[in-house]
């Protein structure tokens, strides 16, 4: 089933031109338009069905610094800024609070891991506290368990994804700029070499630049025009449980099951990094770079079938300007729910936290979780044609950072200095290896 989402009203008529054409209405592409639109560019954000309605809306909703990856770091930590400063800006809200996250463990080598990450954070100015085994204990004493310690992240946070690209999309229109629902890009065409406009099902809208943000239809369409970017989805599975009586931590993390607030109360529920692997030309043909993440990961996933094949986000096809597309035939890719893990969350979540065994199961879903090799986004200028600029592969990381890697795409765009290095994002770091190094944390 769909995962919860606040439905917008959008732009009737799509415009002849625009500065920037923005492609698909997650949450990287909806703030990337926003910060354009704040510059006083004509942006378009076009969308296939509706914003925000695939991974956007589908994620835990969590803002964090903890345990990122020493190259999305930068980004995270000026993101949370940015969520702060987009609601007293624009009014809209997003659920956004800094709650602090809290992580728990009895596994030494899990809580090593977070020590090591500590100790690089201080370097970086980033807050963490490490918890020993009383101040565990007291932190989850929802869980009424022992633990041998944790990690606590005060100035980290969580927003509501059922309301956040939603809200950016309407902030977007209230800055003069357009947004349009269920108008698929077909693709774009060329003029010396260089993009010259953008093809959607409606119309054609003349530019000269536009950016990307297609999730986990990124790689497909980078395919029809000879640009290779290794991508591959994995489908994970969410729960939404009512809200429970008593008061328990807005955002937990444990290796069994982890746990975070939605704005009415109620929680989602899910396990780490748990999902599967739906088989498709995509992945069979990107398979080698991506084993070695497969293999650090086998633990958590499982094989998939063929929903992914039909879904068609990851198709080896080439496709016509002039006929419908994949992303015609499937608006929002809402893929089927894992049933033993929807019960295994559950399950498991209640012997975390006994509080949640009078909250009843309201809703799950499933999203396509598009990743890298690295698992550190493609962010760029595509070299061989100019004026495409990738926005993908964020790996489950995107909704956190998306105001920062938004902010960024549009300094890009607009030749503004980066809010961030771009240097570390740039997709053409995947020709040169066959992954890219992953921190030690």
Not at 142 to 159: E, L, M, N, R, S
Not at 274 to 298: C, E, I, K, N, Y
Not at 326 to 336: A, I, S
């Amino acid at each position: 089933m769909p995962a919860p989402l606040v439905l917008v009203e959008t732009s009737p008529d799509l415009p002849a031109s625009a500065d920037v054409v923005v492609i698909g209405g997650g949450i990287i592409g909806a703030f990337t338009a926003y910060y354009l639109a704040k510059r006083g560019m004509k942006v378009a954000l076009v969308e296939k069905g509706h914003v925000g309605a695939e991974q956007s809306s589908r994620n835990w909703g969590w803002c964090r610094q903890q345990n990122r990856d020493a190259r999305e770091l930068p980004m995270a930590t000026k993101s949370l800024e940015l969520w702060e400063q987009f609601s007293a800006q624009t009014g809209e809200q997003t659920g956004f609070t800094r709650c602090g996250l809290l992580y728990l463990s009895n596994d030494e080598k899990e809580l090593a891991g977070w020590a090591r990450w500590g100790e690089f954070a201080r370097t970086v100015n980033v807050t963490t506290h490490m918890l020993t085994a009383q101040q565990a204990a007291e932190r989850g004493r929802a869980t009424g368990k022992q633990w041998k310690g944790g990690v606590f992240a005060p100035t980290d946070g969580i927003a509501d994804p059922s309301r956040a690209a939603p809200a950016v999309a309407r902030a977007i229109m209230a800055l003069g700029a357009t947004v349009h629902q269920g108008c698929a890009v077909r693709g774009i065409e060329t003029e010396g070499g260089r993009l010259s406009a953008v093809v959607t099902e409606k119309g054609t809208i003349r530019t000269r630049l536009a950016v990307l943000a297609a999730g986990a239809w990124a790689s497909s369409f980078c395919r029809q025009y000879g640009i290779r970017f290794p991508q591959a989805t994995v489908r994970q599975t969410v729960l939404s449980v009512s809200a429970p009586r008593q008061e328990i931590p807005s955002a937990l993390h444990t290796a069994g099951a982890s746990m975070t607030r939605r704005s009415d109360g109620s929680y989602t529920l899910a396990i780490s990094g748990r999902g599967r692997v739906d088989v498709t030309p995509q992945l069979l043909g990107f398979s080698a770079q991506f084993l070695p993440m497969f293999h650090r990961r086998w633990r958590n996933l499982a094989p998939g079938g063929l929903e992914g094949w039909r879904s068609g986000h990851e198709s080896w096809k080439r496709w016509r300007l002039d006929q419908p597309t994949p992303m015609e035939r499937m608006r929002v890719l809402d893929p089927t729910a894992d049933v033993s893990t929807v019960a295994l969350t559950y399950k498991r979540a209640v012997e975390l936290v006994p509080l949640l065994k009078d909250a009843c199961v309201t809703a799950a879903w499933a999203g396509y979780v598009d990743s890298t090799p690295d698992g550190v986004p493609g962010i760029g200028e595509m070299a061989s044609l100019p004026g495409l600029i990738l926005a993908a592969g964020f790996s489950g990381h995107g909704f956190g950072i998306g105001p920062g890697a938004g902010h960024l795409i549009a300094d890009i765009v607009s030749g503004m200095t980066p809010i961030v290095d771009p240097r570390p994002y740039h997709p053409d770091r995947f020709h040169t290896s066959a992954w890219g190094k992953v921190a030690d944390f």
